[in-house]
């Protein structure tokens, strides 16, 4: 059996050999291809007679845009077609988005100013987690297996978010206003012991319920009239109980109150109260409205 004149093939030894049915026969690249078993012959002769290579197959790249040049570089196309990067389709949303800072519930003035520090760690600023209002620290002598800053433990969740962190201030910022920063809170952030302790006999026989804003009336019926007050630690502990009204109606007595520990609580004296007792409330600081009016011109 004789073959068609030679002809030139640019693709190697390994890529032949496979694409030939791996053919036990040598190989010679001078003048053409010399195949010794005879049946390779007959099967592959009309294709060893064709004069190009683009019957065999090529050396290209994957298409899974991490070989070199794939990327908007001279001949050689992107496979994405200038949509987006293959290692870049998996990174979500919620990654991208910038993580709070650990435990900050206030802005860094507002804490600093009533005493609670921040430190700086790894170009991050975040607030000091000190141990809460009248419990004492735990002693830097105790064995440290047991570690608080262990991350999602219970200990941990209960620093990052206690909003009664011990303060400490400087001596220029000791004052009335320092010792009454929880009763001066924001409405939306003052909870019903807080509001309860700047009342006549700490809101005994007084009307609560929750509002939008400081100005909403009681529509629905759903309120709490105090009977007893008691603080551990005034003004952030204790237990206020009385009687819990649906539609005007009472329906539970002796109980604490629904969502005390939220915001938004708006009161009212009893009908009746003697005004010795039930007084209107004193006038603003004047320290606040000197606040409120720096605050307005910047």
């Not at 003035?109 to 141990?131: I, N, S, V």
Request: hydrophobic share 35%.
């Amino acid at each position: 059996l004789k073959h068609s004149p030679p002809f030139h093939l640019s693709a190697p030894p390994q890529m032949l050999r496979r694409a030939l049915g791996r053919a036990p026969s040598a190989v010679g690249w001078r003048q053409g291809i010399a195949l010794a078993d005879p049946l390779n012959s007959l099967r592959l002769g009309a294709l060893v007679s064709l004069k190009d290579s683009s019957w065999l197959p090529q050396c290209r790249a994957m298409s899974s845009g991490w070989s070199q040049g794939m990327y908007a570089e001279r001949h050689n196309p992107d496979p994405t077609h200038g949509r987006a990067r293959w290692h870049k389709l998996d990174v979500s949303k919620r990654m991208e988005q910038d993580k709070p800072i650990l435990g900050a519930l206030n802005p860094k003035e507002y804490d600093e100013k009533h005493g609670r520090w921040w430190f700086t760690r790894k170009e991050e600023e975040r607030p000091k987690l000190y141990t809460t209002i009248g419990r004492h620290a735990r002693s830097k002598k105790l064995k440290r297996t047991i570690v608080r800053f262990a991350y999602k433990s219970k200990n941990l969740r209960a620093l990052v978010r206690d909003p009664y962190r011990k303060r400490w201030p400087k001596n220029d910022q000791v004052g009335a206003r320092f010792f009454a920063e929880f009763c001066l809170k924001d409405f939306e952030k003052r909870t019903m012991l807080e509001t309860a302790h700047t009342l006549p006999l700490y809101g005994v026989a007084c009307k609560f319920w929750r509002g939008k804003d400081a100005e909403t009336p009681d529509t629905r019926g759903q309120f709490f009239v105090a009977s007893s007050s008691e603080y551990r630690v005034r003004p952030i502990r204790g237990q206020l109980r009385g009687t819990q009204y649906h539609n005007g109606r009472p329906m539970r007595d002796g109980i604490a109150a629904v969502a005390k520990s939220l915001g938004s609580w708006r009161y009212e004296f009893p009908a009746g109260g003697h005004p010795a007792v039930y007084r209107p409330a004193f006038p603003r600081m004047l320290s606040a409205e000197q606040d409120a009016a720096e605050g307005e011109a910047e």
